[in-house]
């Protein structure tokens, strides 16, 4: 994989507390979380996101697509990352992106949450994922378990200080996401390592942070 240099088995590590139960909406946890960054000598926001997408239904590749992964900071080796947590109100928006300059990415825009994490409040919240070895989804976002009607679940979602750096934390999963432009394509965003578990997302120099 070219220019961000992500590795499943390197040492960069994200912990978040209490990972691994989709179910319940997803109250934050109790313990902070834990964020070890490549350095890139860059400033502006950045951001550590891992996740896999596997198809569902529909016209499906040979193989799934490879799990993908960002590492980066703005502009950093080609990647692109924007987040906007600005508070209005009381609560935050919360629009995030993260984009390889290979041309995988995720982006999700509309999300409101409170102002110190939590459960996503009542919004538009919609979700899209770029994967260049298979199909382009999108699919609106929720903090319930994932339905057809809001295939993606967006929960824990946690603002904390982590030496000295105010950083959002969070998971993620889809389940049954269309591809743009044709519903009957259907695909899963998971954890990179099991179809079981959810993918994790940090964030940190944002907007408002």
């Known amino acids: 994989m070219k220019g961000l240099g992500f590795g499943l088995g390197c040492c960069l590590a994200l912990a978040l507390a209490g990972c691994g139960d989709g179910g319940g909406g997803g109250d934050a946890a109790t313990d902070g979380p834990q964020v070890m960054f490549r350095d890139s000598g860059l400033t502006g926001p950045r951001a ?30 080609g990647a692109t990352v924007e987040c906007d947590l600005t508070i209005e109100g009381t609560d935050r928006r919360m629009n995030l992106s993260a984009m390889s300059p290979d041309g995988y990415g995720f982006r999700l825009a509309g999300a409101r949450v409170p102002v110190t994490g939590g459960r996503i409040v009542d919004s538009f919240c919609e979700m899209r994922f770029f994967e260049p070895d298979d199909v382009d989804t999108i699919g609106p976002c929720t903090n319930n378990p994932p339905s057809p009607a809001r295939p993606c679940q967006i929960q824990r979602v946690r603002i904390d200080d982590v030496d ?46």
């Open 164 to 209: 000295g750096v105010p950083t959002l934390t969070g998971e993620m999963r889809c389940e049954t996401m269309q591809e743009v432009g044709d519903s009957r394509d259907l695909r899963d965003i998971t954890s990179p390592t099991s179809a079981s578990e959810l993918a994790t997302f940090t964030f940190t120099g944002c907007l408002g942070l």
């Open 48 to 77: 550590f996101v891992e996740w896999r997408m596997r198809c569902n239904s529909g016209d499906c590749p040979a193989m799934d697509p490879p799990a993908r992964g960002i590492d980066a900071q703005h502009l950093m080796d």
